[in-house]
């Protein structure tokens, strides 16, 4: 599943889910790619819980980067917010 938005030269990446059975298999990569390749001369971005490790990896793996913390971004439990960026030069 891909949910995401497009304003002002951006993909603003909301969600993106890999159904358990399938996940370790590069299908979110695949589908990174397939955003990418849709808007090539768009940034991307997201927003994550400082806590979540393993979408911080993932979105290394993919060619973001963090740019900035949020703090108090997220609430229940509180966290800071990590923003993350892949610029469309780095799309090529």
């Keep these: 599943y891909?949910?995401?938005t497009i304003k002002k030269g951006r993909?603003?990446?909301?969600?993106?889910?890999v159904s358990p059975q399938f996940r370790l298999q590069g299908l979110g990569a695949k589908m990174i790619r397939w955003l990418a390749a849709q808007y090539d001369t768009y940034d991307m971005a997201t927003t994550l819980r400082?806590?979540?490790l393993a979408c911080q990896?993932?979105?290394r793996q993919t060619n973001f980067m963090c740019t900035k913390v949020l703090k108090d971004t997220f609430s229940s439990p509180e966290e800071d917010g990590y923003f993350f960026t892949r610029l469309a030069d780095s799309l090529r």
Excluded at 11 to 17: E, I, M, Q, Y
């Design 11 to 17: 993909v603003s990446l909301w969600t993106l889910t």
């Design 2 to 4: 891909l949910a995401y």
């Design 50 to 52: 400082e806590s979540d």
């Design 57 to 59: 990896i993932f979105l």
